[in-house]
């Protein structure tokens, strides 16, 4: 072989060697990336709103197939018609479970969950003296301001010509709001969830 084939030869086999090198090393800084973001940790209320995993009132009955959860609060901690004690009681409780979807997203079983906050002028229309135990659009849904914060259980399933039913179960009680969680996860993970004030096992 002449010389000159050899170090064409060469050149290709050191331009392929060095593609896979590089190849390999963006997927490395891609997976490493994707492990980090999927580690982080929700810290509470702020923390996740400012990751906009919100949503306003009316856009709860535009949902598509599947279950969801809407914790009902208030942003505002000095808005004394709320239960704050209980609120900040909920705290660990709702960001451990923020964690846990963004960690086990992929899994079947993951009930979404979204923040909903009555100091948005487009949500307060549903504050009343009384909670609704059904309604199919936002104009009927009222929740009894003195009971928040509380949790919603949306279920929306297909009603046929792209028309969808809106069924949903409402927790107000700090014990039966943590317990509803807590099944949530078990039924993805099996495992026990006792969660700390400052920490759990899920963050």
Known sequence: ????????LYKKKAYAFLTIIALATIIFIIVIFAMIAKSVKFKG???IARKNLTILGQDMFSLQDGDYYI????SNHNNEKINMEKQDALEPYIANYFTFVKQNKRKNGVCEIRLLDIEESKNQRCLSTYTTSSASKWSEFYVDEASLP???YLTVSAAGNNQYNYSYETYAVEGDIKTKLANSISLVVNVAYIPSKKESMYC
């Open 45 to 47: 209320y702020n923390d």
């Open 1 to 8: 072989m002449k010389k000159n084939e050899q170090d064409k």
């Open 71 to 74: 914790f009902i609060y208030s």
């Open 150 to 152: 509380m949790l919603v």
